[in-house]
């Protein structure tokens, strides 16, 4: 029977992902794991780590496709941060830290605006691999925005800011850390581009 009030839309991930990461627990059984950032975790991690290196993931690319309701916007008017989304024969470069389960706490609240930790294959620059921890939003989550032009989105980040600052400054830190790094990421590059002109900066 059906209970009115405890209908769920099929296969969406709500605003709240801390609940279901923490159930899923991929990785607590491990003492050390590498976990892969391609975000704000480049710039700023917030927590402990043993060491740190840049690494790659095969099939993907950041996109600044996810809502932010709760660090560079609000629910009324969410931010724009980035995701992973699938595109095969592509590579993305990101920073790698390994870690233990004790950052799990830190991290599924920090990304609990609709992302949800994944197992993916990290490549290190001397060639070696790993499976770590990587937090993904996919496009069934509940704060997800999607594909929108340079423009709109560079509008859309420099009207917004929320609890944890303005929305400019997460794409500008991430454009500086992906330059620092050596990354080839036309989409951030743009972003940050059209973001400046617009602010003057
Ligand atoms: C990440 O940095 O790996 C996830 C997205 C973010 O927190 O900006």
């Not at 999607?146 to 980040?157: C, F, M, R, S, T």
Request: proline share 5%; charged share 25%; with cysteine.
């Amino acid at each position: 029977m059906l209970v009115a009030g405890c209908l769920k839309a099929p296969l969406a991930v709500s605003f709240d992902t801390t609940e279901v990461n923490r159930e899923t627990a991929i990785f607590d059984d491990h003492d050390e794991l590498w976990l892969f950032g391609y975000g704000s975790l480049i710039y700023k991690a917030g927590f402990e780590y043993i060491e740190r290196a840049p690494a790659t993931i095969d099939g993907w690319v950041r996109r600044y496709w996810q809502g932010s309701h709760d660090h560079r916007g609000t629910p009324d008017a969410p931010g724009r941060v980035v995701t992973l989304v699938e595109a095969p024969g592509e590579t993305c470069l990101g920073m790698a830290y390994r870690v233990t389960p004790s950052v799990f706490g830190y991290l599924d609240h920090r990304e609990k605006n609709g992302y949800l930790r994944f197992a993916k294959t990290m490549t290190f620059a001397d060639g070696s691999e790993e499976k770590g921890l990587v937090y993904i939003a996919t496009p069934d989550n509940a704060a997800w925005l999607g594909e929108a032009d340079i423009e709109a989105i560079a509008a859309q980040v420099a009207a917004s800011k929320g609890p944890s600052g303005p929305n400019r400054d997460y794409v500008l830190d991430l454009a500086d850390a992906l330059d620092e790094l050596e990354a080839d990421d036309p989409h951030c590059l743009a972003v940050a581009e059209r973001l400046r002109a617009l602010i003057g900066r």
